[in-house]
C-alpha cells in the first residue's frame, strides 16, 4: 500500500519510519503544510511546512489521508498519524486540522494521542472518554521495530488524570533518587582505585532520566558537530554515558549502540520458558482481532448492545466484532446502563 511514512519537520529532525522496508526503488518525496492555529487543535507541528516520505510499504495504515501541496492526498501510516495527529482536549469536540482528511467520518469524539520516542523505544498513550466523565487510558511500550513490550489499560474518572500524572511523576522521581542513593552507597564502599575510575568517568550524572527538551537536543548536536566526544558530551549536558549515545543514536548521529543491549536471557527449563510472555506487534494481534486497539463506533456500540441484549455469549461477540473478549466486556461495561 502507498502511504506516507516519514517526514522531517522544520528542525531538521526526521520523524516516522525513515528506514522502513520499501517496494519502490526511491521513495517519493513533496511537502506538508500543517494548519496554523493552538497545538490543541493544529498539532506541534503548526505551521511548518514539512517535507515528506512516499512508497508502497508494509506498514501499519490508519484511517486517515494527508492532502500534500502538490495535490496528492496520501494515506499517513498509523505512526505518521499520530505524530501528525492534535491532541484533542477532553474539554471539548474538535475540529480537524485541514491536512487531515476522512470522507464521509462524522466527527469524532475527542480523544488525546500522544507519542513518545525515547532511548530506542515509542511509548503511545490514549486517553478515550467514556460515559459518565470517566476515561479510558491505553499505554503501549514498544521496541524500536514494533514488539509491544509493555501494555496498560483501565479506567477512571477524567478529573483524576491530572493528580495520576503527578502521581507517575513522583514514583519515577522516587525510584530514581532510591538507585542514586543505592549508587552513592556503593560508591563509598569501593576501593579508592574504583573511586578514581568513577571520576576519571566524568562521575555520576545529575540530570537522571530528565526528559529531552528541544533545547538540550540542539545543544547536543551543536557540541557533537564541533568534534566532543561522548564522555566530554556527558558532562557538559549531565547525562550517563549512555543517555548520550542513544539519544545521538535517535537524532540519526551515530550508530546503534549494541553493545548497551543486553544479551537475551535464555530459561533455564522448558517450563520457564512456557512462563515468559509472549512478544507481538499490533498488527500480529490484529490477525486474529482484526479491530484490536481500534477505537469503538458508534454503530459498533450499537451492534455489541443488540447482541447483549439478544444473549449473544461473549465468545461470539468477540469473534463478530474483531475483538478479544476482555474488550467486549470493558465496553458493554461503558453502554450499558448500571443496574
Given at each position: 500500500?502507498?502511504?506516507?511514512?516519514?517526514f522531517?519537520?522544520?528542525?531538521?529532525?526526521?520523524?516516522g519510519?525513515?528506514?522502513?522496508?520499501?517496494?519502490?526503488?526511491?521513495?517519493s518525496?513533496?511537502?506538508?503544510?500543517?494548519?496554523?492555529?493552538?497545538?490543541?487543535?493544529?498539532?506541534v507541528?503548526?505551521?511548518?511546512t514539512?517535507?515528506?516520505?512516499?512508497?508502497?510499504?508494509?506498514?501499519?495504515?490508519?484511517?486517515s489521508?494527508?492532502?500534500?501541496?502538490?495535490?496528492r492526498?496520501?494515506?499517513a501510516?498509523?505512526?505518521?498519524?499520530?505524530?501528525?495527529?492534535?491532541?484533542?482536549?477532553?474539554?471539548?469536540?474538535?475540529?480537524?486540522?485541514?491536512?487531515?482528511?476522512?470522507?464521509?467520518?462524522?466527527?469524532?469524539?475527542?480523544?488525546?494521542?500522544?507519542?513518545?520516542?525515547e532511548?530506542?523505544?515509542?511509548?503511545?498513550?490514549?486517553?478515550?472518554?467514556?460515559?459518565?466523565?470517566?476515561a479510558?487510558?491505553?499505554?503501549?511500550?514498544?521496541?524500536?521495530?514494533?514488539?509491544?513490550?509493555?501494555?496498560?489499560?483501565?479506567?477512571?474518572?477524567?478529573a483524576?488524570?491530572?493528580?495520576?500524572?503527578?502521581?507517575?511523576?513522583?514514583?519515577?522521581?522516587?525510584?530514581?533518587?532510591s538507585?542514586?542513593?543505592?549508587a552513592?552507597?556503593?560508591?563509598?564502599?569501593?576501593?579508592?582505585?574504583?573511586?578514581?575510575?568513577g571520576?576519571?568517568d566524568?562521575?555520576?550524572?545529575?540530570?537522571?532520566?530528565?526528559?529531552?527538551?528541544?533545547e538540550?537536543?540542539?545543544?547536543?548536536?551543536r557540541?557533537?558537530?564541533?568534534?566532543?566526544?561522548?564522555?566530554?558530551?556527558?558532562?557538559e549536558?549531565?547525562r550517563?554515558?549512555?543517555?548520550i549515545?542513544?539519544?545521538?543514536?535517535?537524532?540519526?548521529?551515530?550508530?546503534?549502540?549494541?553493545?548497551?543491549?543486553?544479551?537475551p536471557?535464555?530459561?533455564?527449563?522448558?517450563?520457564?520458558?512456557a512462563?515468559?510472555?509472549?512478544?507481538?506487534?499490533v498488527?500480529?494481534k490484529?490477525q486474529?482481532?482484526?479491530?484490536?486497539?481500534?477505537r469503538?463506533?458508534?454503530?459498533?456500540?450499537?451492534?455489541l448492545?443488540?447482541?447483549?441484549?439478544?444473549?449473544?455469549?461473549?465468545?461470539?461477540?468477540a469473534?463478530?466484532?474483531g475483538?478479544?473478549?476482555?474488550a467486549?466486556?470493558?465496553?458493554?461495561e461503558?453502554?450499558?446502563?448500571p443496574?
Amino acid at each position: 500500500m502507498i502511504l506516507l511514512y516519514a517526514f522531517r519537520d522544520q528542525d531538521g529532525v526526521w520523524r516516522g519510519d525513515r528506514d522502513a522496508a520499501i517496494a519502490d526503488p526511491q521513495p517519493s518525496t513533496g511537502t506538508l503544510t500543517m494548519a496554523n492555529g493552538p497545538v490543541e487543535e493544529a498539532g506541534v507541528f503548526a505551521g511548518q511546512t514539512l517535507t515528506v516520505l512516499v512508497a508502497t510499504c508494509d506498514l501499519e495504515a490508519s484511517q486517515s489521508a494527508c492532502r500534500l501541496d502538490d495535490g496528492r492526498e496520501v494515506t499517513a501510516s498509523w505512526h505518521v498519524h499520530e505524530l501528525l495527529a492534535p491532541p484533542y482536549p477532553p474539554d471539548r469536540r474538535s475540529v480537524a486540522p485541514a491536512h487531515m482528511t476522512s470522507p464521509g467520518a462524522e466527527t469524532a469524539p475527542p480523544r488525546v494521542t500522544l507519542e513518545v520516542v525515547e532511548a530506542g523505544r515509542r511509548y503511545c498513550l490514549a486517553v478515550e472518554p467514556a460515559i459518565e466523565g470517566r476515561a479510558e487510558v491505553t499505554v503501549l511500550v514498544c521496541s524500536a521495530d514494533g514488539v509491544i513490550q509493555g501494555e496498560l489499560t483501565g479506567e477512571l474518572p477524567l478529573a483524576d488524570l491530572g493528580a495520576m500524572g503527578r502521581l507517575i511523576t513522583a514514583a519515577a522521581a522516587a525510584s530514581a533518587d532510591s538507585a542514586a542513593a543505592t549508587a552513592a552507597s556503593s560508591t563509598a564502599r569501593a576501593s579508592p582505585a574504583a573511586g578514581a575510575a568513577g571520576a576519571a568517568d566524568g562521575g555520576r550524572a545529575v540530570r537522571p532520566g530528565a526528559a529531552w527538551t528541544p533545547e538540550d537536543e540542539e545543544r547536543l548536536c551543536r557540541l557533537h558537530q564541533s568534534g566532543k566526544e561522548v564522555a566530554e558530551l556527558a558532562g557538559e549536558l549531565g547525562r550517563s554515558e549512555n543517555a548520550i549515545r542513544w539519544k545521538l543514536y535517535s537524532l540519526k548521529l551515530a550508530p546503534y549502540p549494541a553493545d548497551l543491549v543486553p544479551a537475551p536471557r535464555h530459561s533455564a527449563s522448558v517450563q520457564a520458558q512456557a512462563a515468559q510472555p509472549k512478544a507481538y506487534t499490533v498488527a500480529e494481534k490484529r490477525q486474529s482481532h482484526p479491530r484490536a486497539y481500534e477505537r469503538w463506533s458508534p454503530e459498533e456500540d450499537e451492534r455489541l448492545a443488540r447482541m447483549h441484549a439478544d444473549e449473544v455469549p461473549v465468545a461470539e461477540m468477540a469473534r463478530e466484532l474483531g475483538r478479544n473478549e476482555g474488550a467486549i466486556a470493558s465496553r458493554l461495561e461503558k453502554i450499558l446502563p448500571p443496574f
